[in-house]
C-alpha cells in the first residue's frame, strides 16, 4: 500500500477484554515503532522493532502489553485485560531504515481504543 | 531523563499573523530534533528536522525552526500564516542514548481565523 495502515481505525472494548491492534507498515520498511497518545498529550514511545526483533520494549506500560512483529513485516499489539486507563490513541510508524534517523518516519491512521 | 516541553498549548491567529512555536528540550548529548503536523483528519507528518549544520532549518509550506543550543530551543516560525496551517503541532526530539526511539512534546493546537 501507499502508506502505514492500522486496524481497527476504532475500537471499544469492555474492562478486562483482550484487545489486538494491527498495523501493515510500509513494505520493505525495516524499522516500525509503536506509539500511545492520551487525549491532550503528544504520542509516547511504547516499543521499537528492527524487522522481526524487539530491540526496545521500555515503553511497554505494564505486563499487560505485548508486541510482536513475527515475519519482520505486520506487527500487532496486544493488551490484555484492559483498564480504562489503556483508552488512548495507538500510533503506529514505519522508517526504511534502520538507526538511521536520516530517513522520516511515517505514521498510521491510529487505533482509537476506548475502554467501558 | 530527556523531555521535550512546548508550552503553548493552543494558539488562535488571524491570517497573514506571524506564528512562533516553542520547543525547549533536555538532552544532554547530541540532539536531533523535528516538528511534526497533524492536520484535521490526517497523519502526524514531518515539518522539518534538524541533525546538524545550519541551525536554521526549513521545511515543508514555508515553516522554518532555529536550533540555539544554549537556549536548549527549537522554536518553529511561519512569517504569515493561511488558513490551512490549523492543525496540531508536535516537537519531538531522537535519542540514540541506550535506546533508539523519539520523545514528543504534548502538542500545539493552532487555530487560524480566515
Known amino acids: 500500500g501507499a502508506g502505514v495502515s492500522q486496524s481497527p481505525r476504532y475500537k471499544v472494548a469492555k474492562r478486562g477484554q483482550d484487545v489486538a491492534l494491527r498495523c501493515d507498515p510500509i513494505?520493505?520498511?525495516?524499522?516500525l515503532f509503536w506509539y500511545q497518545q492520551a487525549l491532550g498529550q503528544g504520542p509516547e514511545f511504547l516499543t521499537y522493532?528492527?524487522?522481526?526483533?524487539?530491540?526496545?520494549k521500555s515503553g511497554l506500560p505494564s505486563d499487560r502489553f505485548f508486541a510482536e512483529r513475527p515475519e519482520g513485516s505486520v506487527s500487532t499489539l496486544k493488551i490484555q485485560r484492559t483498564q480504562q486507563e489503556d483508552s488512548a490513541v495507538y500510533l503506529c510508524?514505519?522508517?526504511?531504515?534502520?538507526?538511521?534517523?536520516?530517513?522520516?518516519?511515517?505514521f498510521g491512521p491510529g487505533t482509537r481504543l476506548t475502554v467501558t | 531523563a530527556q523531555s521535550v516541553s512546548q508550552h503553548n498549548h493552543h494558539v488562535i491567529l488571524s491570517e497573514a499573523a506571524s506564528l512562533e512555536l516553542g520547543c525547549n528540550y533536555s538532552y544532554g548529548g547530541t540532539v536531533n530534533l523535528f516538528w511534526y503536523v497533524q492536520y484535521p483528519g490526517q497523519h502526524l507528518q514531518l515539518l522539518l528536522k534538524?541533525?546538524?549544520?545550519?541551525?536554521l532549518v526549513k521545511g515543508i509550506k514555508g515553516f522554518e525552526a532555529e536550533f540555539i543550543k544554549s537556549k536548549f530551543s527549537f522554536n518553529l516560525r511561519k512569517p504569515s500564516v493561511q488558513w490551512s496551517d490549523t492543525a496540531e503541532y508536535f516537537c519531538?526530539?531522537?535519542?540514540?542514548?541506550?535506546?533508539?526511539?523519539?520523545?514528543f512534546g504534548t502538542g500545539t493546537r493552532l487555530k487560524v481565523l480566515a
Open positions: 522493532f528492527q524487522n522481526e526483533a524487539q530491540l526496545d
Open positions: 534538524y541533525f546538524s549544520g545550519d541551525p
Open positions: 510508524a514505519s522508517s526504511l531504515a534502520a538507526g538511521d534517523i536520516s530517513y522520516e518516519q511515517y
Open positions: 519531538a526530539a531522537f535519542t540514540t542514548s541506550g535506546t533508539y526511539k523519539y520523545i
Open positions: 513494505s520493505g520498511h525495516v524499522s
